[in-house]
């Protein structure tokens, strides 16, 4: 498998042109393993725009269909669920079926798979080494007690609940660790944004009782203290993006259903200004005050019994 390290040591060639008048150059990485010997490209595809959907994916699926079938990529459920469309599209780590495809037909869109991953043909990457530092944090709650499963429910209070907010909500596409210098340079230690925040979600949740065993696998110069602190994972996770306009679509159509800001409850403008959004960087920063004793993980608030009526 080949790793991308250069963008500009990559050698373009050149597609064949489509007929229309909104037509779109797409420049993709191209390489196939199972030619030996051979090096990557970058191929140029002419996608004409009216006839195709608004998303890098929708070209993308567009040529495999209609014009390459050998272009290879990872994709599933079209609507930044999934991660598996995770890829660097005009030099930003993003989501393809996400990314709306820009309208400027005077220059080109250049597609690339993650950065500093090895490559297993075109744009998909080889995603074993994150999913074995994913594996390694334990993601699953841990009790000092074991549970029989299916019989009781671990309770949590709802301002618990709510520390969880922005950190359940990745979806493990990588944008954030393979846009990250320090996790280039020390993949194999460094366990990166998104394994940290991750690890932080079950660090911190009150049902888990395991987080002074899970810092402790942390307590190394590199699994966590290798963050600089550079946010580029924060800048270009893909969720914080659909987040925040999915906010503002919601908060838009509340206010054209009202005709007036004044008629919009108070309680959901507060809860609109207060929508949490993925922050890598912030995570790491409080595994780090954990690490060093700045901060202590709080004692789980036990929530009200329910009563066997409204159980029911």
Known sequence: MLRVKSLSQIHRTVATATKGTN?????????????????????????????CGPMILDALIKIKNEMDPTLTFRRSCR???????????????TLACICNI?????KSTKIYPLPHMYVVKDLVPDMNLFYAQYASVQPWIQKDTPIKLGEKELHQ???????LDGLYECILCACCSTSCPSYWWNADKYLGPAILLQAYRWIIDSRDDKHTERLSRMTDGFSAFKCHTILNCTKTCPKLKQTSLRCCFLFASTLLLHQHTATVPAKQQN?????????PAKAIGEIKKLLTGVSTKPKP????????????
């Open 301 to 312: 608030v036990q929530p009200p019994l329910l009563s066997k009526q409204s159980e029911m």
């Open 23 to 51: 037509v779109k150059t797409f420049e993709v990485y191209r390489y196939n393993p199972d030619q030996p010997g051979s090096k990557p490209s970058m191929q140029k595809y002419d996608v004409d725009l009216d006839a």
């Open 79 to 93: 609507e930044g669920i999934c991660g598996s469309c995770a890829m660097n599209i005009g030099g930003q780590n």
């Open 157 to 163: 209070s709802v301002a618990e609940r709510e520390k």
């Open 271 to 279: 809860n609109t200004n207060k929508t949490k959004h993925l922050n």
């Open 102 to 106: 820009d309208n400027n037909t005077s």
